[in-house]
């Protein structure tokens, strides 16, 4: 054994040792924050506050964010546990029974609902309760709250909805056109009006502003609708058509159209016009299709079904205004924008506002979509008494033929 003194370190081989105590404490304490961190922070944005020497807070987004996300998956998953089984049947994944398919580059099928379904368990419980094969239950505002409430589209049934008892089959065309069907075209359980008589006096009995009170009355306001000389915000159907090669607006849309006389106008005209509606206090979905024009049972919450640069005209009267939040109009405005072909005409017919919100919010996010101003029109709004300043905006708008990108 050597029991000769140890030999003090030079001053290099110190800073050596020291060197390396450093590197393998950070080595530690690297490998142990990173074993224990399920987090992602490639692009956190972190801030440290040091309260005292042994105390450290630390605040990152992506933690944040991580949490909302648990939070949200959870809540997810405790309203999936809720869902009935017919509800998984028709939106759970189904595999393909040939296999890899290349146009779903999957051999997975996956069914669309719109998200919020989830977020309603009760209301789909409701909706979702019902013998396969046998009847649906008659539940068409059921339906309808869910639509409302963004559940769109709605899951699919395997039941046999409701249906009149002693159905009557519709007018022949062009008779239908303008003819009020028969009561026994409709279900009327979920209606005020529990025949279309009523549906014809109401405009006579019922107090208040409703705008489409009198749209059932065929031989009323909704005979003479874009057919007199256009004056002002009123315009032509045929002015506004004449503005086009004749024949070239064959296809189009009317959003929230009432009970489609402009559908029947344009199809007098050899054009074909799909019109959105909801059956707000009346059964339009029903009506329309009686007359022979083609409805579309759809809100304005959701992404218009047809394919770019399709359509020859859209058109909308009064359901396009204030009561719907400006960043969702913008969208819908895009996605109006969307489905016209280059060349196509928006036809914005009677948009309300106030008179500030027109000129300090609607003009500027009018002009942000990228639209020609063909014709334009305001005026003051009096129905509801010339106090609240509200105004009247009809524009015929036009996608640019070229470059409308």
């Not at 630390?58 to 939070?71: L, Q």
């Not at 279900?187 to 109401?202: A, D, F, G, I, P």
Request: with cysteine.
């Amino acid at each position: 054994m050597d029991h000769s003194p140890t030999r003090p370190l030079s001053p290099s081989n110190s800073a050596f040792f020291l060197f390396l105590l450093v590197g393998s404490n950070l080595l530690t304490f690297f490998l142990s924050s990173s074993s224990t961190s399920n987090c992602s922070f490639t692009t956190a944005t972190t801030t440290i506050t040091t309260a005292a020497p042994t105390t450290t807070t630390v605040t990152n987004n992506n933690d944040v964010e991580s949490m909302d996300s648990e939070t949200d998956e959870s809540s997810s998953t405790n309203n999936n546990d809720l869902l009935p089984s017919e509800f998984h049947a028709s939106t759970d994944p189904q595999e393909l029974p040939l296999g890899y398919n290349p146009n779903f580059d999957s051999d997975i099928i996956y069914s669309p609902v719109g998200h919020p379904c989830t977020q309603f368990p009760d209301l789909i419980k409701q909706y979702m309760s019902y013998d396969m094969n046998g009847p649906c239950p008659d539940d068409e505002l059921l339906a309808q709250k869910l639509l409302l409430k963004g559940c769109e589209p709605l899951p699919r049934r395997r039941c046999r909805p409701a249906a009149p008892l002693n159905y009557v089959e519709p007018f022949p065309l062009p008779k239908s056109l303008w003819s009020i069907p028969s009561d026994n075209s409709v279900v009327w359980t979920h209606y005020h009006c529990k025949n279309y008589s009523c549906l014809l006096n109401r405009s006579h009995q019922q107090k208040g502003f409703s705008d489409c009170k009198d749209c059932f009355e065929l031989g009323g306001r909704e005979k003479a609708r874009w057919i007199k000389p256009g004056h002002g915000l009123n315009f032509n159907i045929d002015e506004v058509l004449a503005k086009k090669k004749p024949g070239t607006v064959r296809i189009g849309l009317d959003i929230g159209g009432g009970t489609a006389t402009f559908a029947v106008r344009m199809r007098e005209r050899n054009i074909t016009i799909v019109t959105t509606s909801m059956n707000l206090n009346g059964p339009f979905n029903s009506f329309i299709a009686a007359r022979g024009v083609i409805p579309l049972y759809l809100s304005i919450s959701q992404r218009l079904p047809f394919f770019d640069n399709t359509l020859d005209i859209v058109h909308s009267m009064h359901v396009l205004n204030n009561w719907i939040p400006a960043k969702l109009l913008h969208f819908l405005l895009f996605d109006i924008y969307r489905v016209l072909r280059p060349g196509g005409f928006f036809w914005l017919d009677h948009f309300f506002c106030l008179e500030q919100q027109l000129e300090e919010a609607y003009v500027p996010m009018i002009e942000t979509i990228g639209f020609k101003k063909v014709k334009w029109e305001t005026g003051r709004k009096f129905d509801r008494g010339p106090a609240i300043k509200e105004m009247y905006l009809s524009a015929l708008l036009e996608k640019p033929l070229k470059k409308s990108w």
